[in-house]
T-cell receptor, first 114, second 115 residues
Framework: GENVEQHPSTLSVQEGDSAVIKCTYSDSASNYFPWYKQELGKRPQLIIDIRSNVGEKKDQRIAVTLNKTAKHFSLHITETQPEDSAVYFC?????????????FGKGTSLLVTP | NAGVTQTPKFQVLKTGQSMTLQCAQDMNHNSMYWYRQDPGMGLRLIYYSASEGTTDKGEVPNGYNVSRLNKREFSLRLESAAPSQTSVYFCASDKPPGQGDYGYTFGSGTRLTVV
């Protein structure tokens, strides 16, 4: 099955700095790559996603890049704020052939210090 | 519009007991999923149902069974609970791309402890 690896497992940055989280996937049939944010004790929530026909997508301070050839994708958060502190998960899906099921990375715990 | 509703929120079981985790969505989504979340392990797929009447195994199906009762409801059953099944369980639902906003809607989770 699909294997999604995520690095780093923990990341600490100062407020205002940028944060980058990287993921790799194993199955070239994967075509959808979302990122989820999970605050302590809460459910994961989608923050941004990208499809395999797009190389980059941006939404305000958050951007995601995809390199299909290398099978890796990254989350970039600029001008970080303390409320960005959370666990971030990347995921990959093969779409309809796998029931749109997502395979998740193990998560990155981001701490933004004032 | 409640989204995805999971019950119960908390449960303590003794080893060998059985229980069913309930999940219902009111968004008319076709696909529903059960994940377990353990520290440092991310979210691992237990079972999924791509549409009413179908279910498929995910990454960690052993010790679990599921029922897609109708389009709204997807339940997860532990027949004989084991301490290794202590976890937080999330149900999620989804609609395919091209039908508006895409992405999982997660329930609030069930924190299960097996002693």
């Amino acid at each position: 099955g699909e294997n999604v690896e995520q690095h780093p497992s923990t990341l600490s940055v100062q407020e205002g700095d940028s944060a980058v989280i990287k993921c790799t996937y194993s199955d070239s049939a994967s075509n959808y790559f979302p990122w989820y944010k999970q605050e302590l004790g809460k459910r994961p929530q989608l923050i941004i996603d990208i499809r395999s026909n797009v190389g980059e997508k941006k939404d305000q301070r958050i951007a995601v890049t995809l390199n299909k050839t290398a099978k890796h994708f990254s989350l970039h958060i600029t001008e970080t704020q303390p409320e960005d502190s959370a666990v971030y998960f990347c995921a990959a899906s093969k779409g309809a052939s796998a029931g749109y099921a997502l395979n998740f990375g193990k998560g990155t715990s981001l701490l933004v210090t004032p | 519009n409640a989204g995805v509703t999971q019950t119960p929120k908390f449960q303590v079981l003794k080893t060998g007991q059985s229980m069913t985790l309930q999940c219902a969505q009111d968004m008319n989504h076709n696909s529903m999923y059960w994940y377990r979340q353990d520290p440092g392990m991310g979210l691992r797929l237990i079972y999924y149902s791509a549409s009413e009447g179908t279910t498929d195994k995910g990454e960690v199906p052993n010790g679990y069974n599921v029922s897609r009762l109708n389009k709204r409801e997807f339940s997860l059953r532990l027949e004989s609970a084991a301490p290794s099944q202590t976890s937080v369980y999330f149900c999620a639902s989804d609609k395919p791309p091209g039908q508006g906003d895409y992405g999982y809607t997660f329930g609030s989770g069930t924190r299960l402890t097996v002693v």
